[in-house]
Nanobody
Framework: QVQLVESGGGLVRAGGSLRLSCAASVSIFSIDAMGWFRQAPGKQRALVAA???????NYADFVKGRFTISRDFAKNTVYLQMNSLKPADTAVYYC?????????WGQGTQVTVSS
């Protein structure tokens, strides 16, 4: 069982930045992959960024060059640095952890970007 707790969401103006954090209840060394997804009203949940245990990183095209995923093993935390935010980035952002063929989700954190 992996528990994930996100934080860092909020309201920001277009062009601004936010950093999301996802704290895991277990050592992230033991997690196969961690990621960030987002879901806007009326839309499906979509992958934003992911990082594997080996350090491979994947970004959705719509965030490349603006968002950065990183991790801190000492804190068992994964981050999503979001720069140059756009109103289209408004969504609930969810942290995920893939471990032993199971996917775990955090509770989500709201990000709202005003124009």
């Amino acid at each position: 069982q992996v528990q994930l707790v996100e934080s860092g969401g909020g309201l920001v103006r277009a062009g601004g930045s936010l950093r999301l954090s996802c704290a895991a209840s277990v050592s992230i060394f033991s997690i196969d992959a961690m990621g960030w997804f987002r879901q806007a009203p009326g839309k499906q949940r979509a992958l934003v960024a992911a990082i594997t245990s080996g350090g491979s990183i994947n970004y959705a095209d719509f965030v490349k060059g603006r968002f950065t995923i990183s991790r801190d093993f000492a804190k068992n935390t994964v981050y999503l640095q979001m720069n140059s935010l756009k109103p289209a980035d408004t969504a609930v952002y969810y942290c995920s952890a893939d471990n032993k063929s199971l996917r775990y989700w955090g509770q989500g954190t709201q990000v709202t970007v005003s124009s």
